[in-house]
């Protein structure tokens, strides 16, 4: 399992009204994590000097920055309508939370090369964020559609922003140097937040 994971609870039913306007109630979150964003680049910044020179992540950095990667996946879930929960405006962790964002216990000591050159190992990952940011805006109109008009949320749309905001995750956790373990593509198993799947039936015995 990869360090940094993302879960959603799978939320049919959903509030018409809420969605219809989504964008618009989404304003505060959206600039609280503009602000985020700001301080996040500073922050990420110091913890790759540090990690360059000592090979060691602060504490206090490394638990703020995963704050920050935290907060931007649950409001993009929210706002992409996989939850109608309204997200915290905290960074802090909320098992109680629809939307949640597990982060590795710091370690020891990371690799000084891997962090120093993190934006080049990255750039693969960045030009395939592309592609996934288009499949997530053409989920959240087909979403937003299908809610508004029908007042739930589709399972397989469900299932496949589960996707995207796995790979959202592991990028940020990524490029917040939360892990030297290089982001796959694709979703836990266990991961995606929907209904357990019925046990398969026993076999037929041979006929005699």
């Not at 990028?171 to 593509?185: F, K």
Request: charge should be neutral; aromatic fraction near 16%; include cysteine.
């Amino acid at each position: 399992m990869y360090p940094v994971s993302f879960e959603a609870d799978f939320q049919s039913e959903q509030n018409r009204a809420t969605t219809f306007f989504r964008i618009i109630l989404a304003i505060p979150w959206l600039i609280v994590a503009y602000v985020y964003e700001i301080v996040g680049a500073i922050t990420v910044f110091i913890a790759w000097l540090v990690i360059v020179i000592t090979g060691k992540y602060p504490e206090g950095l490394y638990n703020l920055n995963a704050g920050f990667v935290r907060y931007h996946v649950r409001v993009l879930a929210w706002v992409y309508l996989q939850t109608d929960e309204w997200p915290p405006f905290g960074i802090s962790d909320d098992p109680s939370y629809p939307i949640r964002v597990e982060v590795p216990a710091r370690e020891a000591s990371q690799s000084r090369l891997k962090v120093f050159f993190r934006i080049i190992l990255a750039l693969p990952m960045l030009v395939v964020v592309y592609a996934v940011q288009y499949v997530h805006t053409f989920l959240g109109v087909i979403a937003w559609l299908t809610i508004v008009f029908r007042g739930y949320l589709p399972e397989g749309v469900n299932g496949a922003m589960t996707f995207c905001n796995s790979f959202y995750a592991r990028l940020y956790g990524y490029l917040a140097l939360l892990t030297d373990e290089y982001p796959p593509i694709g979703i836990e198993k266990g991961k995606a937040g929907g209904p357990t799947a019925a046990p398969a039936a026993p076999p037929v015995p041979p006929k005699l």
